[in-house]
């Protein structure tokens, strides 16, 4: 419906509609279940995509048939896992991750589900590790879920890094709530409103783009 309300922010999504999807769609692996264990007791902040969201993941990398994925914040290798499942078995993936005691865990996880030859983690800072994979482009996809100062650059790169067709994808495109109607805080708080909206922008300007309301907004685009 294109009533007011629907398309300002409410929903008729319920628990139990909620509850009864993801059962569907999204039961998670051994894997993923393992994941989130290993993020909960190495007391990491427990931040990964819902299941609905890794599904959602899944889904928009098999359309574009990826074989070829970037992600910038691999925390326990959660959402890593889920982009894993939509490659082909010649498929690769590259995951970035700042925090060594985060790939440290990631590394563990995708060790135990088998991953380990097709995902390369690679730690350091999203903007010192992109420049060392362009050798390995133009890639199908890439997955925007790490600092949100950085998500402006990382669109760009993105754009100068995918094939036509490729596909930008970012998580928490909402800025929890501070994307727009919101006076900035404090310098850091300004600089990740305004990143996510040149985000916004450019995905809006270079790409054909949407944001797909999911509760912490996943904004897509297609080169
Ligand atoms: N994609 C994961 C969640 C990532 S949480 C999932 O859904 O399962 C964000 C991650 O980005 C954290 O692990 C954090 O350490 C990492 N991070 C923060 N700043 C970064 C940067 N500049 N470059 C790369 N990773 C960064
Ligand atoms: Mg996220």
């Known amino acids: 419906m294109a009533d007011k309300g629907t398309s300002h922010g409410e929903t008729h999504l319920t628990p139990a509609i909620g509850e009864y999807l ?16 290993a993020i909960e007791e190495a007391g990491m902040p427990r ?5 609905w969201d890794g599904r959602i993941l899944e889904i928009l990398l098999r359309l574009v048939g990826a074989g070829k994925v970037v992600e910038l914040g ?19 993936m590259w995951t970035v991750e700042a925090s060594p005691r985060h790939a440290q865990v ?8 088998g991953l380990s030859d097709r995902v390369v983690i690679c730690e350091g800072k999203g903007l010192d590790v992109l420049p060392t994979l362009e050798r390995h482009g133009p890639f199908d996809a890439v997955f925007v879920d790490a600092d ?10 993105a754009r100068d890094n995918l094939r036509p067709g490729g596909l930008l994808i970012g998580d928490n495109t909402y800025l929890f709530g501070r994307l727009a109607g919101v006076e900035p805080t404090s310098p850091d708080d300004r600089e990740s409103i305004e990143s996510m909206r040149r985000f916004h922008e450019i995905l809006a300007r270079d790409f054909h783009g949407v944001c797909i309301p999911t509760s912490e907004g996943l904004s897509i685009g297609i080169k």
Do not use: C, H, M
Request: zero cysteines; glycine letters at 14%.
């Open 106 to 113: 990631a590394r563990g996880v995708l060790e135990r589900a």
């Open 74 to 92: 691999t925390l326990g290798a959660y959402s890593t896992q889920w982009i894993a499942r939509a490659l082909p078995p010649d498929g690769r």
């Open 47 to 51: 931040i990964q995509v819902s299941p």
């Open 148 to 157: 949100k100062g950085g998500y402006a650059a990382y669109a760009g790169w």
């Open 22 to 37: 993801v059962g569907l769609f999204a039961p998670e692996t051994p894997g993923l279940q393992d994941a989130a264990r």
